[in-house]
């Protein structure tokens, strides 16, 4: 399902106790209801494997589709 409306580029944060990874997004503002910009299904699927992929220590991966920040003192 691709939503129609404008396209906005963001920087999403994932935190986790040990990362914060930052990962480049796209956002829309639908045209039947432009007030607040929403994911699509496939934006959501990504963020939910960034969580999962820091929890999993996976850093080559999370390198390859992000900026990668390691806490210096865990929550």
Known sequence: MALTGERLK?????QTPMYVVAVEIEMIL???DPGEPCYEP????FLKEVKERADADDI????RHGRVYRVLEPA
């Open 10 to 14: 963001h920087t999403r944060l994932i």
């Open 42 to 45: 496939a934006t959501v699927q």
């Open 30 to 32: 639908p045209e039947e």
């Open 60 to 63: 080559e991966w999370l390198k």
